[in-house]
């Protein structure tokens, strides 16, 4: 089976990269934390503050490149089935074990943040958060010697919201089809 390779946070969001920094970058020239940060920054030339103002933007959407395996990946360990058939693929070692899921819902709130600096001095702190509810339905997960080693097929339905300095940049709602194998790199410990 192949393996399917998972998208960044970003693209739940925006439709492309671009798409990503220019809202950003929008949202911190509006709101708040422009006031903050071209306070902070004090004399300096006007464009020399845009210039901050659009790096901030741009750090920010570095920030959503995790991979939303990165998200799966924080949430199986509470699954009740996955616990047992990890104790069960301890009495054969090197032997997968298949376990059917049920639906499986969880949330995933991160929160970063884009420290602004002005000579070693700190002037602005602006604070990202990516909220996303999500759903997975008919997925199938790959246990050997007690840990996740992968998935495989499914549907993972997310509504999500993407806020910077407590401005809202984006809210979305879709579906990733799994269509092949997902691999977990390390694999998963579940007991």
Known sequence: ??????????????????????????????????????????????????????????????????????????????VTALQDAAETSLSNPGGAELVEMATHTASFDYRPSVEVHLSDLPVATVGLRALLEFTVRGLIGIVVDGALVGVRAGTWEYEGTLTLADQQVAKRRGEIEIAAEIRFHPPIPLL
């Open 1 to 78: 089976m192949t393996e399917t390779a998972a998208p960044p946070v970003r693209a739940l969001f925006f439709d492309s990269p671009a798409d990503a920094v220019a809202a950003l970058t929008q949202a911190v020239r509006s709101g708040e934390a422009a006031g903050e940060i071209r306070g902070g920054l004090g004399r300096m030339p006007a464009a020399g503050k845009n210039a901050v103002l659009a790096e901030v933007g741009k750090v920010a959407d570095g920030i959503l490149d995790m991979n939303v395996i990165d998200i799966f990946e924080q949430s199986w360990n509470r």
